[in-house]
């Protein structure tokens, strides 16, 4: 699931809006390989930090490249929940 958010300088909170902008957040849960291919192709990212989005054992961290910042996170689900939620 894929969501960009965008926070106004003069906007107390995030928006939900239908295309990047410089600044926006693109907010990417739970992709396919597939998804990752399509991200990479349409918003020029680099495929191999992509990839250590969905590696099990990467560790939290921010990378920065190419005026792109990458933020890893990881959250704890109840064991057998395989729903994605939006935060």
Do not use: C, Q
Request: charged share 35%.
């Amino acid at each position: 699931m894929n969501t960009i958010y965008f926070r106004n300088i003069r906007g107390e909170s995030l928006e939900e809006v239908p295309a990047p902008r410089r600044g926006a957040w693109l907010s990417v849960i739970s992709p396919s390989k597939e998804d990752l291919e399509e991200l990479e192709k349409k918003y020029n990212l680099d495929a191999d930090l992509l990839d250590d989005g969905i590696d099990l054992y990467e560790s939290p961290r921010i990378e920065h490249e190419d005026g792109n910042i990458y933020i890893y996170v990881r959250f704890s689900r109840p064991e057998g929940d395989t729903t994605s939620k939006h935060p």
